[in-house]
Nanobody
Framework: QVQLVESGGGLVQAGGSLRLSCAASGRTFSSYVMGWFRQAPGKEREFVAAITWNSRNIYYVDSVKGRFTISRDNTKNTVSLQMNSLKPEDTATYFC???????????????????WGQGTQVTVSS
């Protein structure tokens, strides 16, 4: 059974840091684009970051550039999101996702990602 499981969410004060991890099981995703999305209450799911199979191309939404870092470990079938200088507007449920149709170039379109985790809650207090 293919599964993506996120961990590392929690409650943090503004300016703090969290590290999200996503562990994939059931198959290897080393050949595919992996990404992070987030969804706040009442809002659509939005792109946060993506990384290509060999980590050569990395993409971020403008609002997290310089604060978040996406990385992957293909030997462990994991993708991580280091989040620093967190702001209250970063509060959301964070999802990892895999785009099994792409490897060397990533998209920011939620509809291009076909495998999803269950999400982990990140709450940033002011």
């Amino acid at each position: 059974q293919v599964q993506l499981v996120e961990s590392g969410g929690g409650l943090v004060q503004a300016g703090g840091s969290l590290r999200l991890s996503c562990a994939a099981s059931g198959r290897t995703f080393s050949s595919y684009v992996m990404g992070w999305f987030r969804q706040a209450p009442g809002k659509e799911r939005e792109f946060v970051a993506a990384i290509t199979w060999n980590s050569r191309n990395i993409y971020y939404v403008d609002s997290v550039k310089g604060r978040f870092t996406i990385s992957r470990d293909n030997t462990k079938n994991t993708v991580s999101l280091q989040m620093n200088s967190l702001k209250p507007e970063d509060t959301a449920t964070y999802f990892c996702a895999v785009d099994t149709a792409r490897s060397g170039v990533a998209t920011r379109d939620v509809n291009d990602y076909d495998l999803w985790g269950q999400g982990t809650q990140v709450t940033v207090s002011s």
